[in-house]
């Protein structure tokens, strides 16, 4: 079974320059959240959606990130103008339904590095 | 479940022993808790779950212990395998809710 694919596997790009990351969850998945893992903060949940609609975006650090899911198929998450202390590992994670007593299944991350 | 970052704890022992890895949560009102491994250059990987109403749940050589006096939670590790090592995390719902709140995970190491 195809688990939740993300895209990039690594970004690497400069300060000021828009930064694109994709997610593909689990067919039949209708969650997805969008979580930051770095050493200082540990895993932090940025922004989840139900059936494509954005439930939760009160982790999203400021007004440079933004997140859509234009279908249940494809989730983006956007950062304009990235900075430096933006770098970290971006994860996805789809669930079925609304989640309740089941696992988030996640995918193996983006590592964003802004020089 | 607030993280703290930089340093990690870390638990390591022997290949075959039995290892213990603690969580403490911080909502009583907490009905739903899931362990994941995450090892180097991965996502973290669902290993057993339990809810409020249980207070010990069996896997494949994993056992989850749940205390909810003392907000506590435990993962064992039966016969631990060099595979095994990994950053563990446990993470919390709390009632109704979608969101998962992690804890800020143990990095378990195996010494053969």
Known sequence: ?115 | GESVGLHLPTLSVQEGDNSIINCAYSNSASDYFIWYKQESGKGPQFIIDIRSNMDKRQGQRVTVLLNKTVKHLSLQIAATQPGDSAVYFCAERGQGAQKLVFGQGTRLTINP
Not at chain 1, 24 to 33: C, D, E, R
Not at chain 1, 34 to 56: A, H, K, S
Not at chain 1, 81 to 88: G, I, K, V
Request: proline share 7%; glycine share 8%; net charge negative.
């Open chain 1, 1 to 115: 079974d195809a688990g939740v694919i993300q895209s990039p596997r690594h970004e690497v790009t400069e300060m000021g320059q828009e930064v694109t990351l994709r997610c593909k969850p689990i067919s039949g998945h209708n969650s997805l959240f969008w979580y930051r893992q770095t050493m200082m903060r540990g895993l932090e949940l940025l922004i989840y959606f139900n059936n494509n609609v954005p439930i939760d975006d009160s982790g999203m650090p400021e007004d440079r990130f933004s997140a859509k899911m234009p279908n249940a198929s494809f989730s983006t998450l956007k950062i304009q103008p990235s900075e430096p202390r933006d770098s970290a590992v971006y994860f996805c994670a789809s669930i079925s339904g609304t989640g309740y007593d089941q696992p988030q299944h996640f995918g193996d991350g983006t590592r964003l590095s802004i020089l």
